[in-house]
């Protein structure tokens, strides 16, 4: 394949361009935001099934403690009118008497359980709304570390897309300029070898694949005509000779 040096050193160029559109896609997939923002979201998931779990479970505690004050308070009044009727001397019966004192011993000590069971239950609850309020600040913090990391990717996504669309008109400018057959080549290389479809030879050594050209390879090199499009023997790209290349 034939191209003046003029053409191939423009061959150049638009490597720069396509390997500067190659890096900014990289850093645009890579962006540090976007693992923070990755891995807050999965702490998020993580706070929003305990929060739900929390939730669930002080709902199921604060009904039962609301049974137990709702048994106390029946019991309480049982009692109460038990006591008032010993109190009353309306009973003779001894019988009766004996029955009706036995009941409010008993009811003063199912009262007793039954407030222990609710201070139970309310040190439970207390210990719920601490953990539901520490998750709730968890994740209000969370969120607001996506949102930081969110703005700035946002702000990092604008700056590279912009720059990525100055580096294509640039290069959309560029490729119809050069031969078809020597932009099909340089593609074809290209898509086959890291993005790097050619390469200047630098000090006599190919900055594709930075291996220095043997004596033999650099005198045909040498010998070639000055529109020869030459390929390094290492690594297959077009190699763009220039003034430094040391032939």
Not at 101 to 115: D, N
Not at 131 to 137: D, I, K, S
Request: aromatic share 0%; charged share 35%; with cysteine.
């Amino acid at each position: 394949m034939k191209a003046d040096p003029a053409t191939q050193l423009r061959l150049l160029e638009l490597q720069a361009l396509d390997s500067g559109i190659d890096r900014l896609a990289a850093r645009r997939r890579t962006l540090p935001e976007l693992e923070v923002i990755t891995a807050r979201t999965a702490d998020l998931d993580a706070i929003s099934d305990d929060l739900v779990g929390v939730r669930t479970e002080l709902g199921d505690v604060t009904r039962a403690q609301r049974r137990l004050e709702d048994e106390i308070e029946l019991v309480r009044t049982r009692a109460a009118r038990d006591t008032e009727r010993l109190g009353s001397g309306a009973i003779s019966n001894a019988r009766e008497l004996e029955n009706l004192q036995s009941e409010v011993a008993s009811l003063a000590r199912r009262q007793g359980v039954l407030e222990d069971e609710a201070l139970e239950r309310m040190e439970a609850v207390e210990g719920l709304d601490s953990r539901l309020a520490e998750l709730e600040r968890r994740e209000a913090d969370v969120r607001a570390e996506i949102d930081v990391a969110s703005t700035a990717r946002d702000k990092a996504f604008g700056e590279i897309d912009a720059e990525a669309a100055r580096l294509r008109d640039r290069r959309g400018a560029l490729a119809p300029s050069l031969p078809v057959p020597l932009v099909t080549l340089y593609e074809r290389i290209r898509a086959s070898s890291g993005g790097v479809g050619a390469a200047a030879l630098l000090r006599r050594r190919c900055q594709g694949c930075h291996l220095e050209l043997s004596g033999g390879d650099l005198r045909e090199v040498a010998a070639a005509a000055a529109d020869d499009v030459v390929r390094c023997e290492e690594c297959q790209r077009i190699l763009i000779r220039t003034a430094e290349s040391g032939l």
